[in-house]
């Protein structure tokens, strides 16, 4: 159960953290009456916007009740605002919402279909508060609480690029975490280790990866590790696993690598500014021969307090791998959201579940196992079963109403009337060929379970759905740690498609029906979701939304998972 945190002596009211731990106050005591609260939200949301286009098409003047609510409107997707959208880009307003639209963020397009999501001035509050306050808050506490000080001051490293344009009518673009950092940038020289030009390229190019990493070994007090996914950590970690001797050498020689693809103005400023480290090079070279095998970030960066990164769910994975280069460094699984508005925010260090705030909009719940389609019997967010699944419908600060967002989270506890959620899936992410509707969920069981099997490690893994084949079967693409045996691929399939079918009876089902084919195993080649995130960013799709693709769905990635399987 949540409870206020008193705030330190030492953080005096100057202090951004004293608002920080305000804020968090504020938000246990709307944790504590969230029906109430989020009932008045709603009827707030329809008053300030019944006399736009879509509130008179929906009669929000005669609105006076959730139920009311639910009556009037219907659920909606982002088909439902389009051509608002496309008007509200020419500088029209008052269609969708009366509130300022300061940014679009653009989706990270997990079906290759990007959307401009309107984001308004009351949006931004809610990430800047909800999201970013409570977790300066967190952060503070929950080091003070383990290790029994506050946390160090020093450098931190940060994955995000922030990679903006403008609309029509000069609003700004970009992804929803460009439009937080944007706010930020005046300050972010005091906290990143490498120049700010590097995080804002302004269209210049740089080689991210390698100047995160040179930046960031040639400096000593990195105090925590920060991105948006967890899957960013890894894979900085396994770049510089990879490439440390020549790192090492240019921290060395004082110079950057003249091989890497950065601006040239750039990298003759970098090279004026930077000097040769000699006594920093034989440090991590110290740590690094001695191999990877124990954790080497409290070696390199002995003040890393934390790490911060969305790491549940479908991220699960890769915090266990982020876990042999941290060790028992702490985690802060921060918030989540989407590009339509934050929804819940961890309280506590190390929790991967996260409480709903209400006032960062009014949240309906659909129970995954309802196939009634009725609108007016949504749960509100104060009527949850705990353990249930429930499809997730938001009406935010922005303009969109009953908006199916398409996220599957189960409820695993209750502050106060707010419930804490645990994100498992999205919805569009199914294979579903006879009616068996396997989920993410369902996927990553099978692999852990495989895993323990046959004492392997799994890399990452995605599901296909082939109906080329009569009846349909499932492809299953697995990338394992190291390369196993091709004489096993057939034991290997079975075990899977056995645990398949216990993961979803349904499934196991339709196989000894004939319905469905048995599965197909492929094993990829090593380093293929590192190849693959590398190329999404190569086409321009910010790192910091790319996710794990669990559901081959698009001509684009059968391409390339199928020509990356391992045929030796």
Not at 207 to 214: I, T
Not at 531 to 550: A, C, T
């Amino acid at each position: 159960m949540l409870h206020k945190l008193e705030i330190p002596k030492d953080i005096t009211p100057e202090n951004p953290l004293y608002e920080a731990y305000n804020v968090y106050n504020e938000a246990v005591d709307m944790c504590m009456n969230a029906g109430a609260y989020s009932r008045d939200l709603l009827m707030r949301i329809v008053r300030d916007n019944e006399n736009t286009e879509y509130g008179k098409k929906y009669g929000f003047s005669e609105i006076h009740s959730v139920e009311g609510y639910k009556r009037k409107v219907p659920f909606s997707s982002y088909d439902t605002y389009a051509e608002a959208i496309e008007h509200m880009e020419r500088g029209e307003t008052n269609l969708i919402t009366a509130y300022p639209i300061v940014h679009y963020a653009v989706t990270s397009g997990s079906v290759d279909n990007p959307k401009n999501i309107p984001v308004s001035d009351r949006t931004m509050d809610a990430y800047m508060k909800y999201a970013s306050s409570i977790a300066q808050c967190v952060y503070d506490h929950g080091i003070r609480q383990i290790k029994g000080r506050p946390p160090k001051f020093g450098k931190q490293f940060m994955t995000a690029v922030v990679k903006t344009d403008y609309v029509k009518d000069g609003t700004l673009r970009g992804p929803i975490s460009s439009a937080v950092f944007i706010k930020k940038k005046p300050f972010m020289h005091y906290i990143l280790p490498l120049p700010t030009e590097v995080m804002y390229p302004e269209g210049k190019k740089f080689n991210q990866k390698y100047l995160r990493a040179f930046y960031a070994l040639k400096e000593r007090d990195i105090v925590c590790m920060v991105a948006p996914f967890m899957t960013a950590l890894v894979d900085t970690m396994y770049y510089i696993e990879s490439n440390w001797r020549s790192l090492i050498h240019d921290i060395e020689a004082g110079r950057l690598d003249p091989a890497m693809d950065i601006d040239e103005d750039f990298r003759a400023e970098a090279n004026k500014q930077l000097k040769p480290d000699p006594e920093r090079a034989a440090e991590l070279r110290a740590v690094f021969e001695k191999g990877f095998e124990e954790p080497v970030i409290p070696k390199i960066w002995q003040n890393c307090d934390y790490l911060s990164a969305i790491g549940g769910g479908g991220f699960a994975s890769y915090t266990q791998k982020m876990k042999r280069y941290s060790g028992d460094i702490p985690i802060y699984f921060n918030c989540y959201g989407a590009s339509e508005g934050p929804i819940s925010t961890s309280m506590e260090m190390g929790k991967p579940e996260s409480t709903v705030i209400p006032a960062n909009g009014f949240f309906e719940f659909i129970p995954v196992d309802d196939e009634s389609g009725d609108p007016t019997k949504t749960l509100n967010l104060d009527e949850l079963e705990i353990g249930r699944e429930y499809e997730i419908v938001v009406t935010n600060l922005a303009g969109f109403y009953r908006y199916r967002l398409g996220d599957v989270v189960e409820v695993a506890g209750y502050d106060g009337e707010s419930p804490r959620l645990l994100f498992k899936y999205r919805k569009n992410q199914m294979v579903n060929i006879a009616g068996e509707k396997t989920n993410e969920a369902c996927v990553a069981w099978v692999v852990r379970e495989f895993e323990k099997t046959i004492g392997e490690q799994i890399t990452d893994f995605s599901i296909y759905a082939d109906t080329d084949t009569l009846p349909g079967r499932y492809v299953m693409f697995l990338e394992p740690e190291k390369h196993l045996s091709k004489e096993k691929h057939d034991h290997y399939r079975d075990i899977c498609d056995e645990m398949m079918g216990i993961a979803n009876p349904s499934y196991g089902a339709k196989i000894k029906d004939k319905l469905l084919l048995p599965l197909k195993l492929c094993f990829l080649q090593q380093e293929t979701y590192y190849l693959y995130r590398d190329m999404m960013m190569l086409k321009g799709i910010s790192e910091n939304q790319i996710k794990p693709v669990r559901v081959i769905d698009t001509p684009r990635k059968e391409k390339f998972f199928f020509g990356l399987i391992d045929r030796e």
